[in-house]
């Protein structure tokens, strides 16, 4: 079936220092891909959408100059958190469009800034 | 807007009993698609079901079954004899056109206990 390799797993930054993200559909092509954040016992949260080629499209009150989003290719797209502080420490996922269930996502990645 | 709601925050169960979890959704949309979602302690998301607002067949698979009732915009989860392994976040989410971005319940956790 489809598959969304997300790396890292997790990581753990220094405040400031910018942390990407990395989605790779494996076996489709992802022309859309959404990004969501779920800080602990709550639910996902979507923070964009990206779209191969084009600029992202974020949520309301996520900050794109801080979670940059580049969708360059039908297979990968990356999620940066520049400058990151320890109020950015969440579990990022990733979702595209596609695959037989509808969406497919990655396996998340755990930020912790310290 | 659309909006999902999953009112009960967490459910503990003795291993063996039978537990539903509850989902209401609210749209405009009369084409509109809904997910059941696991979420286990190590954080991917394991997809469970896709239903589409024309067909409100319930479905059985294993274990798991599915109430969906358009009269009452829910589409609530059945595990029958719940086991440990059940224990896990579950939610429910909504997506008004295929392949647009989807929208999340708060999560119900489920803890199955031996």
């Known amino acids: 079936g489809a598959v969304v390799s997300q790396h890292p797993s997790w990581v753990i930054c220094k405040s400031g220092t910018s942390v990407k993200i990395e989605c790779r559909s494996l076996?489709?092509?992802?022309?859309?891909m959404f990004w969501y954040r779920q800080f602990p016992k709550q639910s996902l949260m979507l923070m964009a959408t990206?779209?191969?080629?084009?600029?992202?499209?974020?949520e309301q009150g996520v900050e794109k100059d801080k979670f940059l989003i580049n969708h360059a290719s039908l297979t990968l797209s990356t999620l940066t958190v520049t400058s990151a502080h320890p109020e950015d420490s969440s579990f990022y996922i990733c979702?595209?469009?596609?695959?037989?269930?509808?969406?497919?996502f990655g396996s998340g990645t755990r930020l912790t800034v310290v | 807007a659309q909006k999902v709601t999953q009112a009960q925050t967490e459910i503990s169960v003795v291993e063996k009993e039978d537990v539903t979890l509850d989902c209401v959704y609210e749209?405009?949309?009369?084409?509109?698609?809904l997910f059941w979602y696991k979420q286990p302690p190590s954080g991917e998301l394991v997809f469970l079901i896709r239903?589409?607002?024309?067909?409100?067949q319930n479905e059985i698979s294993g274990r798991y079954s599915w109430n969906f009732q358009k009269s009452t915009s829910s589409f609530n989860f059945t595990i029958t004899a719940s086991q440990v392994v059940d224990s896990a976040v579950y939610f429910c989410a909504l997506a008004t056109e295929y392949g647009n971005k989807l929208v999340f319940g708060a999560g119900t956790i489920l803890r199955v206990k031996s």
């Open positions: 990206s779209n191969e080629g084009s600029k992202a499209t974020y």
């Open positions: 076996d489709f092509q992802a022309t859309t």
């Open positions: 749209t405009r949309d009369t084409t509109y698609y």
């Open positions: 239903r589409n607002s024309f067909d409100e």
């Open positions: 979702s595209a469009r596609g695959g037989g269930e509808g969406y497919t």
